[in-house]
Nanobody
Framework: QVQLVESGGGLVQHGGSLSISCVAS????????MGWHRQALGKQREMVAT???????NYADSVKGRFAISRDYAKNTVYLQMNSLNPEDTAVYYC???????WGQGTQVTVSS
């Protein structure tokens, strides 16, 4: 069974950095486009960053230049490096497998002002 397990969330100060990761099991990870989405309290879930099976990346305008998505094929892991964080980045961050339509359980990122 396919599982996506996120980790690395937490509390960080305004202007700080945080890295979160998503380990995929039970799928052909190398063939799947992956992404990070987030959902703030009371708001709709939105795309943050995506990475194709070949490593091509795409970012939401709100995080361009601050966030970086990457993947390690050997570890079946997708990462999101987040820099220059601000309170508007506070949300639950979800890993998503576009080929399988599968979500992870989410990891909370809170940025204090």
């Amino acid at each position: 069974q396919v599982q996506l397990v996120e980790s690395g969330g937490g509390l960080v100060q305004h202007g700080g950095s945080l890295s979160i990761s998503c380990v995929a099991s039970g799928s052909i990870f190398s063939s799947n486009d992956m992404g990070w989405h987030r959902q703030a309290l009371g708001k709709q879930r939105e795309m943050v960053a995506t990475i194709s099976s070949g490593g091509r990346t795409n970012y939401a305008d709100s995080v361009k230049g601050r966030f970086a998505i990457s993947r390690d094929y050997a570890k079946n892991t997708v990462y999101l490096q987040m820099n220059s964080l601000n309170p508007e980045d506070t949300a639950v961050y979800y890993c998503y497998d576009y080929e399988l339509g599968r979500w992870g359980q989410g990891t909370q990122v809170t940025v204090s002002s």
